[in-house]
């Protein structure tokens, strides 16, 4: 979470294992149940019922809990809470996950010494940054 002095708050949710077993669920050529199918299709799956799926109740409840408690300025209304997505940076809970998105975000190790994790996260960061502070 980042609260600036105008009392803005936007909330960073950090990923889902993409290594358990319901990760395996939801990739799984042969799922037939509604977000595995969502997943494979060519729109994806939001990445926040991707990462529900994948972890449960513990994403479930970060970001119940992000959307009652962030506060954005309201010019960035959508921005109240942004998912970590790895190789990507920071996304908006509705972002499609596909199946080339899954597997770069799968190659991509959650480390803050990895460029590739890190990079774009941090460009996110300092734009975010600035204009919370404005």
């Known amino acids: 979470m980042k609260e600036t ?3 803005h708050k936007v909330f960073l ?3 889902a294992s993409l290594s358990g077993v319901r990760a395996a669920q939801l990739t799984a050529p042969d799922a037939r149940f509604t977000t595995a199918r969502q997943y494979r299709s060519p729109e994806g799956v939001p990445i926040e019922q ?3 799926f994948c972890s449960s109740l513990y994403f479930r409840g ?3 809990y992000a959307r009652r408690f962030a506060a954005p300025p309201p010019e960035f209304a959508e921005l109240g809470a942004l998912v970590i997505a790895p190789g990507y940076g920071f996304v908006l ?3 499609p996950v596909t199946v080339e998105r899954m597997a770069k975000m799968r190659k991509t ?3 803050a010494r990895n460029r590739a994790y890190a ?3 941090r460009e996110q960061a300092e734009a ?3 204009h919370l502070d404005e």
């Open 5 to 7: 002095d105008s009392g």
């Open 13 to 15: 949710l950090s990923p």
């Open 50 to 52: 991707a990462f529900s």
């Open 62 to 64: 970060k970001i119940a």
């Open 93 to 95: 809970p509705d972002w």
């Open 109 to 111: 190790p959650v480390d």
């Open 119 to 121: 990079r774009p996260m």
């Open 128 to 130: 975010l940054a600035r």
